[in-house]
């Protein structure tokens, strides 16, 4: 089965709303980052996130390793929040990623 | 700041063609890799390298050659197009394995 699995494959918010993004793993977890990718676009990093919770803005990251997942908190959605948000583990012997499929965010105005 | 430049921005090539695409940064940063990217989809992990002149296989290396001619490019060549294919190839590169990654803008991909 898929390594990393995320939830949900889509969502669609008001502008103001928050979002919660969820990536659960099915092996032991080295480190795991968060990406945001433009519509067409390049990957940004978010968060390089191994454990515990990091903040970043109106962004926050939460990873429980013995839980095996991690989360995505976006609060005050804005309309250049829409993209794709994707998930990956972090292999740090070889600096593999390990991607999920990723959650389509929609921010309407 | 440093960057990272993909080259072409879009290829169209025919089947059975050998198609390079070229990745290049100026960030003296020791690793790179190549991924595949399919609609609707994650990363793939085709080829990376530790170093000058290291490669290693990713998780879909069959159909793809690859190379690190100096520390700061790596190429990825598709050595048989298959018809119908379309894909996005992204490169990437960071300080040390499993460091903070930096994303090139992607190779779009069309084989008719």
């Known amino acids: 089965g898929q390594q990393v699995q995320q939830s949900p494959a889509s969502l669609v918010l008001q502008e103001g709303e928050n979002a919660e993004l969820q990536c659960n793993f099915s092996?032991?977890?080295?480190?795991m980052q968060w990406f945001y990718q433009r519509p067409g676009g390049s990957l940004v990093s978010l968060f390089y996130n191994p454990s515990g919770t990091k903040h970043s803005g109106r962004l926050t990251s939460t990873t429980v390793i013995k839980e095996r997942r991690s989360s995505l908190h976006i609060s005050s959605s804005q309309t250049t929040d829409s993209g794709t948000y994707l998930c990956?583990?972090?292999?740090?012997?070889?600096?593999?990623?390990?991607f999920g499929d990723g959650t389509v965010l929609t921010v309407k105005p | 700041g440093g960057i990272i430049t993909q080259t072409p921005k879009f290829l169209i090539g025919q089947e059975g063609q050998k198609l390079t695409l070229k990745c290049q940064q100026n960030f003296n940063h020791d690793t790179m890799y190549w991924y595949r990217q399919d609609s609707g989809k994650g990363l793939r992990l085709i080829y990376y390298?530790?170093?000058?002149?290291?490669?290693q296989k990713g998780d879909l290396s069959e159909g793809y050659d690859a190379s690190r001619e100096k520390k700061s490019s790596f190429s990825l060549t598709v050595t048989s197009a298959q018809k119908n294919e379309m894909a996005v190839f992204l490169c990437?590169?960071?300080?040390?394995?499993?460091?903070?990654?930096?994303f090139g803008s992607g190779t779009r991909l069309l084989v008719i």
């Open positions: 092996t032991s977890l080295n480190s």
């Open positions: 990437a590169s960071s300080y040390r394995a499993g460091s903070d990654y930096t």
């Open positions: 390298s530790i170093t000058e002149n290291d490669l």
């Open positions: 990956a583990l972090v292999n740090t012997n070889t600096g593999k990623l390990t």
